[in-house]
């Protein structure tokens, strides 16, 4: 989903508007609708500008997307991480990989580690290793709207193989291949890189002295609105961010510990890399994605305000006829990702089917945070922050955390926005989080139970 959004110099949301995304066919790869989105982008700013006097934009982009630029286009469409990269190519990559305790970024399905969309690109076009530039995807736009090319830690430390978080300084395969030197100047996520290019000022009717500024991945733009609560602030915390990945970042109290040894890369623990360049423990599973499939046609999510007492009423029920999700439903990724998931004794009522899925949302988020140590904190933003099951779920499970959740719905572009006012007081207060209301643990021992029995039998 490709949003855009309008705010005050004081935090309050003027305009939101969102488009969903598309993926290109271009003969050899499914590849991302840059051009599409910089139309759309180009009819939304050009209605923001009647909304307002537009003074800067900050880019936001999710993680394992790059744009190769020559000159002053793109010298390739942008890859599409969910594309299948062909198991030879695959396979030659592997090899050449950094292990893990070097680079914090696993080895993942598809084109999820950029360095090996990079290397299938050139596989099939080594011209694409001469003249041209790399930019994480973030950095494209900031230098399609500048003119002036960037990359920067957040993007480059996110699983993709091409940075060293320890060290803070590119990884030996990018040196080797040369795409360390192609990267494009390293900047701040808050840098001005320039003003909006004339083509851009004539394109949208924006002021000409708009400024352009280097932006950053979007689960750390989360993860910087988060810092903005006192509750979290500089305390030892995790952000557990929710849509279509569910990803938790735990900040330290001591960073100076941290140790690559104690994340399991094969349960999709990584290495993030905050705005300001510090290492941040990760661990994620496609929660979004998951409960869409398992919801599948019913369009009454499990997040919606007016189902909630709904979805509280069928637990008891759920629990009694054991009916439960077993993962995983997006193989190859998050704690599980051998197992192949299934369902037991399936509901017909909906709400109760809900509800269950809301307690494995619930057990699979528990996993990946016990994966990265996480303890004292919680924020659980995002979409699903809203599920009331869920979280009491979570709440239930851990009595030794102190969770909260975050009632705004830009968490993301919010944090964007704290770049530009690191002051910016918090939208809306913290919720703190009372566990459910029924006792889950000797379901849950059963779904534990169920899990390492599929595990051993993978």
Known sequence: ????????????????????????????????????????????LRDFAKLADVG??????????????????????????????????????????????????????????????????????????QGTQILPWAQYWSW????????????????????????????????????????APLRRAGDVLGMLTPAWVARTGLPA??????????????????????EIADSESTVLSTGTWFVAMRSPKDAASLDTGDLDEARDCLINVDAFGKPVPSARFMGGREIETLIGLDT????????????????????????????????????????????????DDHAARRAAVSLYAAFVADAALRLIGTKERLLIEGRFAEGQVFVRALAALRPDLRIYIGKAHNDVSYGALRLLDATL????????????????????DRWRREVSQMEAAA
């Open 1 to 44: 989903m490709a949003k855009l959004s309008l705010w005050s110099p004081e935090g309050a949301l003027i305009e939101r508007r969102v488009r969903a995304n598309a993926r290109v066919a271009t003969g050899s790869y499914a590849a991302l609708d840059a051009a599409g989105i910089e139309t759309w982008a180009a009819e939304i």
């Open 56 to 129: 800067a934009i900050v880019p936001v982009g999710h993680g394992a997307a790059a744009a190769i630029i020559r000159g002053d286009s793109l010298a390739c469409p942008p890859l599409d991480y969910e594309d299948a990269i062909p198991a030879s190519a695959r396979a030659a990559y592997e090899a050449q990989r950094d292990p893990f305790f070097e680079t914090g970024s696993p080895s993942l399905p598809d084109g999820l580690n950029l360095g090996a969309q990079i290397f299938r690109l050139e596989a099939q076009d080594p011209d694409l290793a």
């Open 144 to 183: 399609l709207l500048s003119g002036v090319a960037a990359s920067e830690v957040t993007s480059l430390g996110c699983h993709t193989d091409l940075w060293n978080p320890l060290t803070g300084s590119a990884s030996r395969l990018a040196e080797r291949h040369g795409w360390a030197e192609r990267l």
């Open 209 to 230: 002295d708009t400024e352009v500024h280097c932006g950053l991945h979007d689960s750390n733009a989360a993860l910087l609105a988060a810092r903005g609560f006192a």
């Open 300 to 347: 009454r999510q499990i997040d919606i305000a007016a189902d909630q007492p709904a979805l509280l009423a069928a637990l008891p029920g759920v629990l009694a006829s054991g009916a439960m999700v077993l993962p995983s439903f997006a193989p190859g990724f998050g704690p599980f990702p051998d197992a192949r998931g299934r369902w037991i004794a399936r509901p």
């Open 425 to 444: 007081p918090s939208v809306e207060p913290l919720e703190l989080v009372t566990p459910l209301d029924v006792d889950i643990s000797s379901y849950h």
